[in-house]
């Protein structure tokens, strides 16, 4: 069975740097095919995709943020770790982490709970 | 940037109707491995995502089968064949072919 969950802060500051971690059981990032992406939402909006790590460390990240995230992973403890630089009010939302596997359904089939994160001074 | 357009935005249907969405997105989700990376999730109340149909019209494990999805290059359809009180939420149409990109989505209430 398939499971994920992320923590972090509850609170950042402006113009801090947000770390989230994705803890995950039920699979390994080190098996072809599988990987791991961030999606959030903010407050009553749609789903915004963030980035994408695979099982053999090639990364994608969405253009409008590739400047501020870095997405890695630690195979041994079974987590993937999101940080965004530079926060800012908006960027307050519900942060996901969710499974893929691209030699399967393809989809994002499996989600974490969600970590609210709100930005403010 | 793929951009994706869902319509209606909001539905509001009576138990036991059917209900249609409709996603179109501003560039062709065909691969040319031959499969089409779109699908469809619903975010009910308070829950995180859940994946409903993958690649155009596979319904995912567990999913009920009035769910279906159909379409083709870039305009995609869900539809739901008789709505239950337990499909009350919003939902989205994803695509997975550049990068991801998911649509504003729809919030169906039940009358």
């Known amino acids: 069975q398939i499971t994920l969950k992320e923590s972090g802060p509850t609170l950042v500051k402006p113009t801090q740097t947000l770390t989230l971690t994705c803890a995950f059981s039920?699979?390994?990032?080190?098996?072809?095919?599988?990987?791991v992406g961030w999606i959030r939402q903010p407050p009553g909006k749609a789903l915004e995709w963030l980035a994408l790590?695979?099982?053999?460390?090639?990364?994608r990240y969405s253009p409008s943020l590739k400047s501020r995230l870095t997405i890695t992973k630690d195979t041994s403890k079974n987590q993937v770790v999101l940080t965004m630089t530079n926060v800012d009010p908006v960027d307050t939302a519900t942060y996901y982490c969710?499974?893929?596997?691209?030699?399967?359904?393809?989809?994002?089939?499996?989600w974490g709970q969600g970590t609210l994160v709100t930005v403010s001074s | 940037d793929v951009v994706m357009t869902q319509t209606p935005l909001s539905l509001s249907v009576t138990p036991g109707q059917p209900a249609s969405i409709s996603c179109k997105s501003s560039?062709?989700?065909?691969?040319?491995?031959?499969?089409?990376?779109l699908y469809w999730y619903l975010q009910k109340p308070g829950q995180s995502p859940q994946v409903l149909i993958y690649?155009?019209?596979s319904r995912f494990s567990g999913v009920p089968d009035r769910f279906s999805g159909s379409g083709s290059g870039t305009d995609f359809t869900l539809k739901i064949s008789r709505v239950e009180a337990e499909d009350v939420g919003v939902y989205y149409c994803?695509?997975?072919?550049?990068?991801?990109?998911f649509g504003q989505g729809t919030r169906l209430e039940i009358k």
């Open positions: 969710a499974h893929r596997n691209i030699l399967s359904v393809t989809c994002f089939d499996y």
């Open positions: 039920g699979f390994s990032l080190s098996t072809s095919g599988m990987s």
């Open positions: 690649e155009v019209s």
């Open positions: 560039q062709s989700l065909l691969h040319s491995d031959g499969r089409t990376y």
């Open positions: 790590i695979y099982w053999n460390d090639d990364k």
């Open positions: 994803m695509q997975g072919l550049h990068l991801f990109t």
